[in-house]
């Protein structure tokens, strides 16, 4: 299938595109997470893959090649619903998704080589344009429990039905069966685990958390990447993703995407744990919260997560050591304040490295850019 080449070099390079520089060198290491020691602040953590000196060599030469206009291609996340393989090609679109309840040519009971056809009039178009080194697109999905969006698919228990097993080897092989699956179709990436620790059975989504115990979501989010990445080395592994940072578990009164009335050690020492294993683990993107987060014992309020550099940049990229990329959930970036689902540059300076943008992305239709 053509669309699984050069996914790594892909997400690599996307994790480039909003760069803001070293992180500081001034800043002191923090000790390596462990689970059962407090934590004072974010943890240092070490990817269980290195960097590969040739990936970031070739993503050097392909970021010195590209005009601004294909570096904001590279950064829109289209549905598949409203973007044509043509339209990929013509705007050097880095990636497309589809959500719940969408399908090759909208049908629900498309096969599987109607998805990898798809799949792959995508990746001709990303690789057939006029851009000096053409960057492969990506195809994002939500198989956070089987790629249920897929007709006849096998479909898993829920995260809450997981987590009541304590069974981290059976996470490992849920994930590695489910990234196989989507494999098959012709898709590289997945928005999974969802490693939200849920505080408030009120919270309509409780059923997306593992559990209440931060060391359990720890464990299978550490295992749940590493069946679905496998090592990473070879054609056909699937892009897994930690969500929803930071703090969706933990809003007032449990209401979705409210505001998480918690201190920061309350943040670092529970809902960030699930972070921790991933990231170990060797995740490669983490998605945006639509929650926002105001610390009770310090007073301050970080707003929305979609528009906070002190946690997208300096907690997750800096103090974490986070080199993957960040992705927004859908049309995230449209709630922070002053802007819109199709512009937010406030989102983007904070640390958001892609836009899921699903019907908007074009909306604006700005002045062409000169080419």
């Known amino acids: 299938m053509k669309s699984i080449r050069m996914t790594l070099l892909g997400a690599s390079l996307l994790a480039c595109l909003s760069c803001t520089g070293q992180k500081d060198a001034e800043t002191p290491p923090v000790a390596a997470a462990d689970a059962s020691a407090e934590l004072k602040d974010w943890p240092a953590l070490e990817s269980r893959f290195a960097k590969d000196p040739a990936i970031e060599a070739r993503v050097a030469e392909i ?164 069946g679905m990445q496998g090592l990473l080395d070879k054609d056909g592994n699937v892009v897994a993703t930690a969500k929803h940072f930071i703090g969706d578990g933990a809003t007032d009164g449990g209401k979705d995407q409210g505001n998480a009335l918690v201190t920061q050690a309350q943040m670092i020492n529970v809902h960030g744990q699930g972070y921790y294993g991933a990231i170990e683990a060797g995740v490669q993107t983490v998605m945006a919260s639509f929650n926002s987060w105001n610390d009770i014992a310090a007073g301050k309020d970080y707003g929305k997560m979609h528009g906070s550099r002190d946690l997208l940049t300096v907690a997750l990229k800096e103090k974490m050591g986070f080199d993957g990329f960040v992705v927004s959930d859908w049309n995230g970036i449209g709630q922070v304040t002053g802007c819109k689902d199709d512009s937010c540059p406030q989102a983007i300076n904070a640390g958001i490295d892609m836009v899921m943008v699903p019907d908007a992305w074009k909306s604006s239709s700005p002045t062409p850019l000169p080419r």
């Open 63 to 226: 970021l010195a090649s590209m005009t601004l206009e294909q570096k904001v291609g590279q950064m829109v996340q289209p549905e598949i619903k409203s973007i044509t393989p043509e339209e990929v090609r013509q705007y050097y679109i880095g990636s497309v998704l589809n959500g719940g309840g969408s399908w090759p040519a909208k049908n629900k009971h498309a096969s599987v080589q109607d998805w990898v056809a798809l799949a792959d009039a995508y990746y001709d178009a990303s690789m057939g344009t006029d851009a000096k080194i053409p960057v492969p697109v990506i195809w994002g999905t939500d198989a956070v429990h089987g790629h249920s969006n897929v007709y006849g698919a096998t479909i898993f228990p829920h995260n809450i039905g997981l987590g009541a097993a304590h069974d981290v080897e059976l996470i490992e092989r849920i994930a590695e069966a489910t990234g196989q699956s989507t494999r098959a179709t012709g898709v590289t990436w997945t928005f999974a685990p969802t490693v939200a620790v849920a505080q408030n059975a009120r919270w309509g989504r409780t059923y997306e958390s593992y559990s209440s115990q931060p060391a359990l979501i720890r464990e299978y989010a550490a295992a749940y990447v590493k």
